[in-house]
């Protein structure tokens, strides 16, 4: 059988509008070539609190939708799929293919009705318009680490892991990890990987609890023990604590209008005019995004792509999302430059250059000082409490400090 034959020739698009504890169908996915155009159902159409899935790149209306120019896909579908690891594990299931294998021939459309259903926002995929089927499956905390682990080095687990793995596969980034229920909460639980040169639970456990201390926004974090190993537990904002509701999100990357493959031309400055026309509360929000940009350069988080920021959608408009991905890049000297373009030109990891950029986000340079002066402060201050709630051993605390917390290229010229 070749993947040809497994593959889908539409993807039915299923979704929980605001308040609703129950999915209804909202129309499907055909693809055509290498576009994927998406079709609204007449029923939903007719629906009295009916939203757009994401405007402006699909708006309520009859006849196929092509997505925006530049894409193969609408970026709020796509923000839906799962990403590196949610595709590695589906590949291993489907085709057997070696976890680390470049060979990749399975359609997008695939990927979206094989992964979990359990997915970020509020949407989910079927091979159906009629009846919804949860991809679902229950395991504990240390059977599903296990069975990552087992994927990771190509040891074979069994069907049951199998599935309870692919429940977690729906969730974006690289690395290994899965869902949980802890009674009315969601988690997302990110497990160590055997490629680890580094703490990396760790160091985004400390990074989280940092930014809480210093103000931010962000996702309610805990670092825990399983099998031996470190786990970060990540609580969901996109689930509300009535059971059953969910909520709408796109990722800047949906918001700048582009396509993965373009990634690297997403900057922070091209977010603000978006806020300013488009978000609740656009000055608080900018202060929240430069604040957050801060951060990223004082912790050493270089990994703050257009994907590792989002916003809810409430069908008119936009809220920014508690922050989340926070983590410590590994780092041996100084220099170092931010995913994300801060300003025209400037993308440095450098506190200087943001306070000077700071007027693009509304901000007065003295503001701007202000906030980069309480970043320093706190976190040189409570680095050791931080580090005894994420379980740093005071070898893993000397690991990260002046190298990626606090370098000092990042307050060189303050």
Request: net charge negative; charged share 25%; proline share 4%.
């Amino acid at each position: 059988m070749t993947t040809s034959d497994i593959a889908p020739k539409r993807v039915y698009v299923w979704v929980w509008l605001p308040g609703s504890t129950e999915s209804v169908p909202a129309g499907v996915i055909e693809q055509s070539g290498e576009v994927a155009y998406f079709n609204y159902g007449r029923s939903y159409l007719e629906r009295e609190n009916t939203i757009a899935i994401y405007l402006p790149e699909l708006p309520l209306q009859r006849g196929r939708i092509r997505p925006l120019q530049g894409l193969t896909i609408a970026g709020c579908l796509s923000d839906a799929g799962p990403d590196a690891w949610g595709r590695r594990v589906i590949r291993y299931r489907m085709l057997g293919t070696d976890l680390n294998s470049e060979d990749d021939d399975l359609t997008e459309l695939t990927y979206l009705l094989e992964s979990g259903s359990d997915r970020i926002g509020a949407i989910d995929f079927q091979s159906s318009p009629e009846e919804y089927v949860p991809r679902t499956s229950e395991a504990t905390l240390a059977e599903m680490q296990d069975a990552a682990e087992r994927l990771e080095k190509g040891i074979p687990f069994s069907s049951e892991l199998e599935m309870a793995l692919l429940h977690g596969s729906s969730v974006g980034g690289a690395r290994p990890k899965t869902l949980l229920k802890d009674g009315v909460r969601s988690l997302i639980a990110k497990f160590s990987s055997t490629t680890d040169s580094y703490p990396v639970v760790k160091a985004e456990g400390v990074a989280m609890e940092l930014a809480r201390r210093v103000g931010l926004n962000v996702a309610a974090t805990e670092v825990v023990e399983s099998l031996g190993r470190d786990v970060l537990l990540v609580e969901r904002f996109d689930r509300t604590s009535t059971l059953g509701q969910r909520l709408s999100i796109v990722s800047a990357l949906t918001l700048l209008e582009l396509d993965e493959m373009f990634a690297r031309y997403a900057t922070y400055y091209d977010l603000v005019p978006i806020i300013q026309e488009r978000f609740t509360d656009a000055h608080p929000t900018l202060r929240e995004l430069f604040s957050r940009i801060v951060f990223n350069i004082c912790v050493g988080n270089t990994d703050d792509h257009a994907r590792n920021h989002a916003a809810f959608w409430d069908g008119t408009s936009l809220t920014l999302t508690p922050a989340f991905d926070i983590c410590p890049q590994q780092r041996s000297g100084g220099e170092a430059v931010q995913a994300m373009a801060i300003a025209p030109g400037f993308k440095y990891s450098q506190l200087a250059g943001c306070i000077k950029a700071s007027e693009i986000y509304f901000l007065s340079q003295v503001e701007a000082r202000r906030i980069v002066d309480e970043q320093l402060e706190i976190i040189q201050s409570q680095w050791r409490d931080a580090c005894d709630a994420a379980r740093l051993t005071e070898s893993e605390r000397l690991q990260f400090w002046r190298r990626q917390i606090l370098n000092p290229y990042a307050t060189e010229g303050l």
